[in-house]
């Protein structure tokens, strides 16, 4: 990929656009403060709704009537949920609304309700930017990895009993499958989203970048665009501030040296197999479906039951960032630390929708994995793990392209990323709601594209049309798994049952 040559930092004066301050302030003290949330069974609002309740607030929301998985975290926390949505919902005595970004005026008549009464209001990354005020915040971003990465740290930070909320993008089984851990407030780690700049409203001390790459193209039309907006992320960070990046990935190397020329002031920390320093990353292998890895600063072995170096180097990142806070809270690390780190990672079972095993079929020795990979660059790292892990096994990968301008934009990326797969079949491409696409990519050019990189390609429009397709191919063995952001994981699903 060409880039061209950006100024070291983002100019600042149209900033301000992107960096909105929050029209409310969360309090201090939020017992008994009362919170109306729109769109509350998404994941990212059910986890914010979990820290609202665990820090005093009195949360009620609204959704669509179909059942979510997060409908049981938010029955647990007895949280009233409204619906349809309607403007008599709303609480007369609300303090502050929080939104998610799919509604608006337009689309929501909760939402223009809320206008037209004036109450104070926020979306939902505004709200994850006011509660990074109130702690010691730590931001996880980058193109891919963020919620393993994200997971990892929060897990480890568990072992070691900081006292820090966790907020990861999905459900991570060490939180008790949950996307919160919960075990005070002095620190706080999110996952921080770059899409539409939202990222722009936390407040973070620290930061990991796990890589940056284009994506996001119905908002970031080039790779420099996105570039800037990571630039931008990391120019938030307080003077003598660190920034863990990934010396694997060349745009988080971009980054990295891009800030130091405008904020020397920074400490810059790389992760990885290029890496310098305590995080110089060295894969040893795979043994007993175990991946094992060492860091230079640090005695003896890691290891992860989950598959792909990939997953090293986010182990690696949350390793680095776990450290630094124990030193902000401790002053030094212990023996003891270590051993603990080294348990939680160990221990590390994953997150939904990561390289999840959905379920294996013991008759037949058949595994069947899912996982949220919507990017080639995710959907190439993801096949090395498993193959890496499984090299006796055949791969069957079921995909499902999401959004078309993404589609586009990496077309031949994706046409050959499958190399690991042994057999590749594909679907009609999910469409996001926000997008309003116009040009020629459609399935079955990706399906053409493929072919030329994958001697064994197949093509189901509907998801659910392949079913019995996989039943017969199939054998004793094999890993199915499905691939992608939109809702082909029914098929893995599908096929459990019919097996079972």
Do not use: W
């Amino acid at each position: 990929m060409t880039r061209s040559k950006l100024s070291p930092i983002a100019k600042k004066q149209n900033i301000e656009y992107y960096i909105r301050m929050c029209q409310v302030i969360l309090p201090d003290n939020l017992k008994g403060f009362k919170i109306y949330m729109i769109g509350i069974k998404g994941t990212g609002m059910t986890a914010l709704a979990e820290i609202l309740v665990s820090r005093g607030a009195v949360v009620s929301g609204s959704d669509v009537p179909e059942n979510f998985y997060t409908d049981t975290a938010l029955k647990k926390l007895n949280i009233k949920i409204f619906s349809p949505f309607s403007s008599d919902n709303i609480p007369d005595d609300t303090g502050l609304v929080i939104y998610s970004a799919a509604y608006s005026p337009d689309n929501n008549e909760e939402m223009y309700a809320i206008e037209q009464k004036d109450l104070p209001k926020m979306s939902y990354p505004e709200a994850i930017g006011a509660l990074s005020r109130h702690s010691y915040s730590c931001g996880i971003a980058g193109v891919q990895g963020k919620t393993s990465t994200t997971g990892i740290t929060g897990s480890i930070l568990k072992e070691l009993k900081l006292p820090v909320s966790v907020l990861a993008g999905s459900v991570i089984k060490s939180f008790g499958d949950s996307c919160t851990m919960l075990n005070g407030s002095k620190y706080f780690v999110a996952e921080t989203c770059e899409y539409k700049r939202h990222f722009l409203n936390f407040h973070p001390k620290k930061i990991i970048l796990t890589g940056i790459e284009s994506d996001h193209q119905d908002y970031y039309p080039t790779y420099e665009s996105i570039l800037t907006a990571f630039l931008q992320y990391i120019d938030r960070l307080p003077q003598f501030s660190e920034l863990f990046y990934c010396a694997d990935d060349d745009g988080a190397c971009e980054a990295a040296r891009l800030s130091f020329s405008s904020r020397p002031d920074l400490i810059f920390i790389p992760y990885g197999e290029k890496a310098s320093g305590d995080y110089k990353l060295t894969v040893s292998g795979v043994r007993d479906e175990k991946l094992y890895f060492s860091l230079a600063g640090f005695s003896g072995e890691f290891y992860l039951q989950i598959p792909g170096k990939h997953n090293a180097l986010n182990a690696a990142a949350a390793i680095a960032l776990s450290v630094s806070l124990l030193k902000e809270e401790y002053g030094e690390i212990s023996m003891a630390n270590v051993s603990a780190i080294k348990k939680a990672v160990s221990s590390y079972a994953g997150a939904k929708r990561r390289t999840e095993l959905i379920g294996k079929v013991e008759s037949k020795d058949i595994l069947v994995y899912d996982d949220y990979a919507h990017h080639p660059t995710a959907i190439k790292s993801l096949l090395s793990g498993l193959r890496q892990f499984y090299p006796k096994r055949r791969i069957i990968a079921d995909f499902m392209s999401h959004t078309y301008t993404r589609t586009e934009a990496l077309l031949e990326e994706f046409a050959s990323c499958f190399g690991d797969a042994d057999m590749v079949i594909l679907h009609k491409i999910f469409s996001s709601a926000r997008e309003k696409y116009q040009g020629q990519v459609d399935a079955e050019l990706l399906f053409n594209h493929t072919k030329k990189y994958h001697k064994n390609v197949f093509f189901f429009n509907e998801v659910l049309d392949a079913k019995n397709f996989v039943l017969e191919k199939l054998k004793p063995g094999d890993i199915f798994i499905t691939i992608g952001a939109g809702d082909n994981y029914v098929l893995g699903t599908e096929i459990l049952k019919e097996l079972s």
